[in-house]
C-alpha cells in the first residue's frame, strides 16, 4: 500500500540550530514528492517538490530536501532555522493527482 | 495566497445534518481535489474532480459526494454527518499542465456536535 511515513512528531529547537525532518515512502513506481508547510492560521504551501532530475532539491526559505531512492527517503533540511519557522511540516507523495501526506512534524523555534 | 478560496470558513453542524462546502480554484485550474484534515493529522484525499466528472475517489463513504461546475468551482457535500466527520476541510487546485503541483485554500473548519 502508498503510504509516507514522518518519523519526527514534535522537533523543539533554538533560533540558529540546523533542521533535519525525516520522511520515507512507500510507492510503487515512479513518485513525485513535496514538502508542505502550514504556519499556524494559514493554508497548506508548498515548500518544495522533487519531480527528477537532481536529487538535491531547493526550496523557498532556505529549506532543501535530497531524494534518496536507495533508502526511499526525502528528507527535509534547513541549516540554521529562524522563530519564523514555526510551524506544521508535512511530506507528501504522488504519482497522480492524489497526493498521500505523512502525519505532520510540529517543529517549535524558541528565540 | 494561491487563489484558491473556501467558503464557509468555519460550520457548526449537528449529527445527521447535511452540509456544503465551496472551492473556488485558482484561475485557469481545471482539476479539483478534496482533502480531509483531522486533527493532529496529515490531510488524507477524499476525491477529485476534471471536467465537471470524479476522477479518482479516496476511501471514503458515498455518503461523501462532489459537484464541479463548468467555471471549476466545486462543492463537496456531506451527508449523515457523524462526529467523526470533525475536521479541516482543504480544497486544491492544480493547471491544465503536466505538473503536478496543487495549490491549497485555506480550508473550511466543519465541528459536528
Known amino acids: 500500500a502508498q503510504s509516507v511515513s514522518q518519523h519526527n512528531h514534535h522537533v523543539i529547537l533554538s533560533e540558529a540550530a540546523s533542521l533535519e525532518l525525516g520522511c520515507n515512502y512507500s510507492?510503487?513506481?515512479?513518485?513525485?514528492l513535496f514538502w508542505y508547510v502550514q504556519y499556524p492560521g494559514q493554508h497548506l504551501q508548498l515548500l518544495l517538490k522533487?519531480?527528477?532530475?537532481?536529487?538535491l532539491v531547493k526550496g523557498i526559505k532556505g529549506f532543501e530536501a535530497e531524494f534518496i531512492k536507495s533508502k526511499f527517503s526525502f528528507n527535509l533540511r534547513k541549516p540554521s532555522v529562524q522563530w519564523s519557522d514555526t510551524a506544521e511540516y508535512f511530506c507528501?507523495?504522488?504519482?497522480?493527482?492524489?497526493?498521500?501526506f505523512g502525519t505532520g512534524t510540529r517543529l517549535q523555534v524558541f528565540p | 495566497e494561491t487563489g484558491v478560496t473556501q467558503s464557509p470558513t468555519h460550520l457548526i453542524k449537528t449529527r445527521g445534518q447535511q452540509v456544503t462546502l465551496r472551492c473556488s480554484s485558482q484561475s485557469g485550474h481545471n482539476t479539483v481535489s478534496w482533502y480531509q484534515q483531522a486533527l493532529g493529522q496529515g490531510p488524507q484525499f477524499i476525491f477529485q474532480?476534471?471536467?465537471?466528472?470524479?476522477?479518482g475517489r479516496g476511501n471514503f463513504p458515498p455518503r461523501f459526494s462532489g459537484l464541479q461546475f463548468p467555471n471549476y468551482s466545486s462543492e463537496l457535500n456531506v451527508n449523515a454527518l457523524e462526529l467523526d466527520d470533525s475536521a479541516l476541510y482543504l480544497c486544491a487546485s492544480r493547471a491544465p499542465t503536466g505538473s503536478f503541483e496543487q495549490f491549497f485554500g485555506p480550508g473550511t473548519r466543519l465541528t459536528v456536535l
Open positions: 474532480y476534471y471536467r465537471e466528472e470524479e476522477n
Open positions: 510507492y510503487g513506481g515512479t513518485v513525485n
Open positions: 507528501a507523495a504522488s504519482n497522480t493527482d492524489k497526493l498521500i
Open positions: 522533487y519531480f527528477s532530475g537532481d536529487p
